[in-house]
T-cell receptor, first 115, second 115 residues
Framework: AQSVTQLGSHVSVSEGALVLLRCNYSSSVPPYLFWYVQYPNQGLQLLLK??????LVKGINGFEAEFKKSETSFHLTKPSAHMSDAAEYFCAVSEDSSNTGKLIFGQGTTLQVKP | EAGVAQSPRYKIIEKRQSVAFWCNPISGHATLYWYQQILGQGPKLLIQFQNNGVVDDSQLPKDRFSAERLKGVDSTLKIQPAKLEDSAVYLCASSWTSGPSYEQYFGPGTRLTVT
């Protein structure tokens, strides 16, 4: 079965510092991988997705993620954190073998940005 | 374009009571998902509809949870009777059709507290 592990439930960075949120997945087939962001009392918003094209994926709000098959990782980065980036971030994998689009989510990482 | 609508936004009930949640997906979206998000965890798929048919309900506790999508548009999710462990945010999402390459758009969720 596919699964997603997000390393670190809480990450704290200073404004202007590099953001790195870690995600590792397990999958028996080439995966579709996603990063979502959730602001308080809101639904999830798609940041970016990997669909077996370019391994470096650029998303909204200056975020990007790199797919590394050898490491089964899909870490999310942003060169310079803004206060508005404070939110919860979820990595997810899709069960491509069934083609239903069902998403398996990690447990989430809360990003705190300090002034 | 209007997003996914959900109501109510908040609900507090006592255990053993029943509750129902409503979701109106984005117009034209054939696929509708209900996710359960327990505090501190990532969302977990409960049920997926394609039009008015069920694609996946493998993780729906069918002894107490039920869902329907009459006419392939709006959907309701019901819990009867509720248990303390059902306290969670219930997220509805929709996509153009099923498949991992189609983005899922999430509603704001319904926060359920069972006392």
């Amino acid at each position: 079965a596919q699964s997603v592990t997000q390393l670190g439930s809480h990450v704290s960075v200073s404004e202007g510092a590099l953001v790195l949120l870690r995600c590792n997945y397990s999958s028996s087939v080439p995966p579709y991988l996603f990063w979502y962001v959730q602001y308080p009392n809101q639904g999830l918003q798609l940041l970016l997705k990997y669909t077996s094209a370019a391994t470096l994926v650029k998303g909204i709000n200056g975020f990007e993620a790199e797919f590394k098959k050898s490491e089964t990782s899909f870490h999310l980065t942003k060169p310079s954190a803004h206060m508005s980036d404070a939110a919860e971030y979820f990595c997810a994998v899709s069960e491509d073998s069934s083609n239903t689009g069902k998403l398996i989510f990690g447990q989430g990482t809360t990003l705190q940005v300090k002034p | 374009e209007a997003g996914v609508a959900q109501s109510p936004r908040y609900k507090i009930i006592e255990k053993r009571q029943s509750v129902a949640f409503w979701c109106n997906p984005i117009s034209g979206h054939a696929t509708l998902y209900w996710y359960q998000q327990i505090l501190g965890q990532g969302p977990k798929l409960l049920i997926q509809f394609q039009n008015n048919g069920v694609v996946d309900d493998s993780q729906l506790p069918k002894d107490r949870f039920s869902a329907e999508r009459l006419k392939g548009v709006d959907s309701t999710l019901k819990i009867q009777p509720a248990k303390l462990e059902d306290s969670a945010v219930y997220l509805c999402a929709s996509s153009w059709t099923s498949g991992p390459s189609y983005e899922q758009y999430f509603g704001p969720g319904t926060r359920l507290t069972v006392t």
